[in-house]
Structures are given as C-alpha cells and as structure tokens.
C-alpha cells in the first residue's frame, strides 16, 4: 500500500516562493507518476503538473508553466512542488496524488498542504 | 489544452434518487476519463477509471458510462454518505490530466 506524507503548512508573502514536499512509502517510486493538485477556497481541484521519476521527465498545466517546478528524488522517495511568484489566489490546499503505472488515475493521495499566501 | 465542462454545477436530490452528472470534453479523449469524489477536509476519492471500471470498495450503485466527448456518472439510488463534490478528470498518456470544474451533490 503506497502512503504518501507531506510537508505542512506555509505562510507566504506575495512574491515570494513555497516548495511543498511529499514523501512516500510502499510500491515502486521511480514508476509512479506523482502530481500535484490544488483547491483554493470555493474552488475546484486543479492538475499543477506531475513527473514520473523513471523518466525524470516533469509536465506541467499550461497555466502554470513558468511558475511551478516539480522535482523527484529517488533516493529520498520524496517528490517536491515549487511555487514561484506567490499572489493571494495561490492560496489553497495543495495534494500529492500517485497514479500507480500502468494505470493513469489518481489512487494515492497526500493529505494536503495549506498554503496561506498573505500580505 | 483540453477543456472539460461539467452538468449540473450543483444538484440536490433525495434519498433513493438516481442521480446523473454529465462531463463533456471540447475534444474526443475515446475512453480516458475517471471520476473522483471530494468531501470537505478529506483528499479526493477515485470512483471510476477509464469510464466505467468500478474501483474497489465502491459501491455497486455508482456507474459510468460514455465515450468521445460526453461521459455520464451515475447514482443509482443516492445514499446520505455520497454528499460531496464529483469531479471528471481526462487524462492523455503523457501524461497530463485535466479535472472538470465539479458537481456540488447535496441531499435534499
């Protein structure tokens, strides 16, 4: 069974930048597929981007490209999510979620982080 | 990038209804749509893969259906404990993902 822990909450100020990790146990790391979603108050669950350590390979959600980066460490089994240029609408619950490859759906989710983007 | 819509934005319904949820991609993704629920302070819950593969441990009254760019959900006879928010997710084998905007289902 694949858990998977994350890092906890961040207070930010707008401009600057927040790393959110995700550690995790159980199955195969590097054949994962790990990504990050969020939901910001009132809002629906938005895909950032994900990578799949085997290939090292990130993607990213067009509206998000330039701005997030997605790192794995096989070594460590923890994946980290980097937000850059932090504004109030950033603020939100950011998941880790493993698709377990060959399937391509989320089975493994994290259990949040808040990331309070405040002045 | 491929947009998903979702109907209704939010439902109400009694319990013993069968619910439907409709999610409609603005482009043909044949089969590589999945269904996830949301409670509030809980992570998301993978109901169905792949249109219509029922996961594990959930239950019987929820199904789906579909293909090319309209995918239906539904609930069979609506239960207290399946208030939440429903999500479609498209995916391509990138991969990349993409959720629908939800479906607020409340009991009435």
């Known amino acids: 069974q694949v858990q998977l822990v994350q890092s906890g909450v961040e207070v930010k100020k707008p401009g600057s930048s927040v790393r959110v990790s995700c550690k995790a146990s159980g199955g195969i790391f590097s054949s994962f597929s790990i990504n990050w979603v969020r939901q910001a108050p009132g809002q629906g669950l938005q895909w950032l981007g994900g990578i799949v350590p085997i290939s090292n390979l990130p993607r990213y959600a067009q509206m998000f490209q330039g701005r997030v980066t997605i790192t794995a460490d096989t070594f460590t089994t923890t994946a980290y999510m980097e937000l850059s240029t932090l504004r109030s609408e950033d603020t939100a619950v950011y998941y880790c979620a493993v698709a377990a490859r060959p399937d391509y759906f989320f089975a493994y989710w994290g259990q949040g982080t808040l990331v309070s983007v405040s002045s | 990038d491929i947009q998903m819509t979702q109907s209704p934005s939010s439902l109400s319904a009694s319990v013993g209804d069968r619910v439907t949820i409709t999610c409609q991609a603005s482009q043909d993704i044949s089969r590589y749509l999945n269904w996830y629920q949301h409670k509030p302070g809980k992570a998301p819950k993978v109901l169905i893969s792949d249109v219509s593969n029922l996961k594990a441990g959930v239950p019987s009254r929820f199904s789906g259906s579909g293909s090319g760019t309209h995918f239906t959900l539904t609930i069979s006879s609506l239960q207290p404990e399946d208030i939440g928010t429903y999500y479609c997710?498209?995916?391509?084998?990138?991969?990349?993902?993409?959720f629908g905007p939800g479906t607020k289902l409340e009991i009435k």
């Open positions: 997710q498209q995916y391509d084998h990138l991969p990349q993902f993409t």
